[in-house]
């Protein structure tokens, strides 16, 4: 699952690392890829990530094999991360010269041999190689959409690259997931941006929508997620019900359908029943 949308700070990372932390406490098997030389996806799960440590850099880059960046992320069983370093700021502009430039991730995905229920990328906020890997290597998108003015804005060219991607290079990609974030109930204009997006995309948006939280906002500061930091929290509850939503509805991922699916039906039972 791509996790994408070029606009900066609409709660791409932290819907990433809490919905991967949600489906991980539930019984699934998830890693999550961070794709953003930022790192913010590696902070937030508590990662070590700095300059020397192995990383998806290594792997886009040099081949190396999507097993020797994989961490364990403590406290959450089940729970992967291939953490970014800041070298992957220079990987934009290396790949251009590289063999199969856009599908490079999408190899070492197929090549990664561990089970797992889910791969969640966390995208950076643009729309250059690094995207087009995540988009390449995905079965599906999800986009996560702040409740703001200017929310849609630039979201055409967004659709316009899944389009592409779709039409020349993974023709399974589409847009599955849409989640609102950073919900005010209290103001008119969150209500109407999420009124306005529903009518736009209809089912692909999730009826559980993200409200602002300060713990959210806290979680990353902990190197931890807002599930383990404060799970009781209104913050965490939403991503547990927006990850359950998700689990229901049958995602399945393309690289091994089999065990994807085996591995969802047993998530799928352990998610209805632990979650009331
Ligand atoms: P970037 O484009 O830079 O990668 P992003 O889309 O990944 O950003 P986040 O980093 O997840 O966005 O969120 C941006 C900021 O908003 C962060 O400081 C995060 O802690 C905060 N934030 C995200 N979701 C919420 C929320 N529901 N309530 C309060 N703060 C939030
Ligand atoms: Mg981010």
């Not at 094999?65 to 370093?85: H, I, K, N, R, W």
């Not at 103001?187 to 109407?192: H, I, V």
């Not at 902990?222 to 009781?232: A, E, K, R, W």
């Amino acid at each position: 699952m791509v996790v994408a949308n070029q606009k900066g700070g609409v709660g791409k990372t932290t819907t990433t690392v809490n919905l991967a932390a949600s489906l991980a406490l539930h019984g699934a098997r998830v890693l999550v890829i961070d794709l953003d030389p930022q790192g913010n996806a590696s902070t937030a799960l508590g990662i070590d990530h700095h300059a020397s440590v192995p990383s998806i850099y290594d792997v886009l880059v040099d081949s190396r094999p999507l097993s020797e960046v994989v961490q364990p992320v403590m406290d959450v069983e089940g729970l992967f991360c291939a953490p970014a370093t800041i070298d992957l700021a220079g990987a934009e502009i290396e790949l251009v010269s590289l063999v199969a430039r856009e599908s490079r991730l999408q190899r070492a995905i197929q090549a990664y041999e561990q089970p797992l229920d889910y791969i969640l990328i966390d995208c950076p906020p643009s729309l250059g190689l690094l995207s087009v890997n995540a988009l390449v290597a995905g079965a599906e998108v999800l986009i996560p959409i702040q409740c703001e003015y200017y929310a849609l804005e630039g979201l055409g060219q967004l659709l316009k690259n899944v389009d592409l991607v779709r039409g020349h290079l993974n023709p399974a990609l589409h847009v599955s997931t849409i989640l609102l974030t950073m919900y005010d109930g209290r103001t008119r204009l969150a209500s109407q941006v999420a009124e306005e997006v529903r009518t736009h995309f209809g089912k692909e948006v999730l009826r559980t929508s993200i409200p602002r939280s300060v713990r959210i906002s806290e979680a990353p500061s902990y190197g931890q997620t807002v599930i383990t930091y404060d799970p009781g929290s209104s913050g965490a509850l939403s991503y547990i019900e927006a990850a359950r939503e998700i689990a229901l509805r049958g995602v399945t991922v393309n690289y091994d359908a089999q065990h994807a699916r085996v591995g969802h039906q047993n998530h799928q039972r352990s998610m209805s029943e632990g979650i009331q």
